[in-house]
């Protein structure tokens, strides 16, 4: 497999001044698999590795004190092997199961700059709220699932993936429909599928997609498994009903109080931004505003939402597979709600930015566009629609209200073309990734 992440890794070891680098992500995306296998590409495999969830005893070399010296003498004891700042990796697996290992980074910036050090684990955000942890010195990271161009990778399709990746240097091809239609077919795998890496490698082995929805099912049992870390904060079953009705929910505003029944909308609330905070789902707020900074007048209130993975969101959702696989317009699947999910998990991964959408500011006015995003000093109102330029209707609004925008661009089926008197570039749904500059 091909992990981009793993090229961010070698430029942040390559930084002279390179501060210890916290790994965030939600569980099973990758981030174990990738600094092992960035340690094999580009250190020789110069990589010491402190497991704390599957070694518990190795917390106890941080209780005595955090003197980074004593630390690394103890750990070459237990690991059998000289660590060489200057030239290996130290790797902490599973960090949010020893704070003090978290706190001890700041004096490895502090005392040992010279040794390069990564921390990874999942619900770190958890582990950070309970210990005193200093701004300024460590640095974050976020992976996220595979995206699409990752999983052609991953099933063997390496040129696809390499021209679908060449979009966002040399603009978008005019392919052949017989191409087009391949990419689509590709896509139509990747909804159901998606980008977490075993239910990839599943595929790709068995080539059976019974067997990835077992794989999906077992990883939404390891989410739910960890509810019971939440607590005190939220209550499980409540966990559950919002995670589930999130899934459902996707592409539309969301209410607390569809989230979970039976729950008041503050506990609803609750349990939605400790999911939030886990990487499960992710908030996109409203702006009334297609202007930077696009956080300016975001709204806390009036949001949609996205699940860490659209493989595992349509699982939750509980499609009728042989009904919606055959659909042939891929926004016709699931009234459209994969689509908008696929767009937004792009631009998401790729991108690594907060995501908005517009929506108009006026009680009679439904108005709203499904993304905005900030490339350079320009904002790109993206919309993930089927149909012709006069069905936009929002986006005309957009245009219409904000004149300085320069473009917007429309996700679909259809291959790529302009309206540039319109103001619109129509892409095909594959080439999201190619949006981001």
């Not at 599943?202 to 099912?217: G, P």
């Not at 320069?406 to 291959?415: D, E, F, N, Y």
Request: aromatic share 12%; charged share 25%; proline share 4%.
């Amino acid at each position: 497999m091909k992990r981009f992440i793993i090229d961010k890794l070698l430029h942040w070891h390559n930084e002279r001044n390179s501060k210890p680098l916290i790994l965030c992500g939600a569980r099973q995306v990758g981030k174990t698999w990738a600094v092992k296998k960035f340690a094999v590409q580009h250190l020789n495999n110069r990589i010491h590795i402190v497991d704390f969830e599957k070694y518990p005893d190795r917390h106890k070399i941080f209780d005595k004190n955090l003197n980074v010296k004593r630390i690394i003498s103890e750990l070459e004891l237990l690991l059998n092997k000289s660590i060489t700042p200057g030239r290996d990796l130290l790797f902490f697996d599973e960090i949010q199961s020893c704070p003090r290992a978290i706190m001890s980074l700041r004096y490895f910036y502090e005392d040992l700059p010279e040794l390069k050090v990564i921390a990874a684990g999942s619900l770190l955000e958890f582990a950070l709220k309970e210990i005193s942890f200093p701004v300024g010195r460590v640095q974050f990271m976020n992976m996220y699932p595979m995206i699409f161009a990752e999983f052609l990778y991953g099933l063997g399709k390496d040129i696809m993936a390499k021209t679908l990746i060449s979009g966002t240097n040399d603009g978008n091809r005019d392919f052949s429909e017989t191409i087009h239609e391949m990419f689509l077919e590709q896509l139509r795998l990747y909804f159901f599928i998606g980008g977490m890496p075993e239910c990839v490698k599943t595929y790709r082995n068995t080539n059976k997609l019974k067997k990835v929805f077992n794989v999906q099912e077992g990883l939404i049992e390891a989410y739910r498994a960890d509810f019971s870390k939440y607590a005190p904060y939220s209550d499980k079953q409540c966990l559950n009903s919002v995670l589930t009705n999130t899934a459902r929910f996707a592409g539309q505003p969301i209410k607390y109080t569809r989230l979970a029944d039976g729950f008041t909308p503050p506990t609803n609330k609750k349990a939605f931004d400790l999911l939030n905070m886990a990487r499960v789902i992710y908030k996109i707020p409203s702006t009334p505003l297609a202007r930077l900074p696009l956080g300016a007048l975001a709204s806390d209130r009036k949001f949609k939402a996205l699940i860490v993975d659209i493989g595992l969101m349509q699982y939750l959702c509980g499609l009728n597979i042989s009904e919606e696989i055959y659909k042939k317009d891929l926004l016709n699947i699931y009234n459209g709600a994969l689509a908008e999910q696929f767009v937004g998990q792009e631009l998401l991964a790729y991108g690594d930015k907060q995501l908005y959408y517009w929506a108009r500011d006026a009680k009679s006015s439904n108005a709203a566009v499904d993304y905005l995003l900030q490339n350079n000093a320009q904002v790109l109102p993206v919309e993930v629609k089927s149909g012709s330029a006069g069905r936009l209707k929002s986006l005309h609004l957009l245009l219409k209200t904000f004149p300085d925008i320069s473009k917007a661009c429309v996700l679909s089926q259809r291959p790529y073309s302009e309206l540039l008197e319109q103001k619109f570039v129509f892409q095909p749904l594959y080439t999201a990734m190619n949006l981001i500059k």
